[in-house]
């Protein structure tokens, strides 16, 4: 069973930073695609960044402030945030596209629970 972790968020002030991870366990055969999502309170949830095995994107509010990098070796996908706004405040998550063992392999997308960046003085 694939499961996601995502950790890392926490309360910092305003041009803080902090590293969210998101952790893949199970049996997989690869991680196509990680992408990080983010809700803030009252607002719709919109995309970050992207990460693939061939590169990466990010949304135009995060540009230079987000670095979005994996380790292979750990199934582990990393958001490095530099310059904290408040209104970075919001719940952080990541959606994994996965390839798991079948015949044909099977292709799936996976969510983990969230992580909380508040960004408050």
């Known amino acids: 069973q694939v499961q996601l972790v995502e950790s890392g968020g926490g309360v910092v002030h305003p041009g803080g930073s902090l590293r969210l991870s998101c952790s893949v366990s199970g049996t997989i055969l690869s991680i196509d695609a990680v992408e990080w999502y983010r809700q803030g309170p009252g607002k719709q949830r919109e995309l970050v960044a992207i990460i693939t095995s061939r590169s990466t994107k990010y949304a135009e509010f995060v540009k230079a402030r987000i670095t979005i990098s994996r380790d292979n070796a750990k199934n582990t996908t990393y958001l490095q945030m530099d310059s904290l706004k408040p209104y970075d405040t919001a719940v952080y998550y990541c959606?994994?596209?996965?390839?798991?063992?079948?015949?044909?392999?099977?292709?799936?997308?996976?969510w983990g629970q969230g992580t909380q960046v508040t960004v408050s003085t």
């Open positions: 959606n994994a596209h996965i390839s798991t063992p079948g015949t044909p392999p099977i292709h799936d997308e996976y």
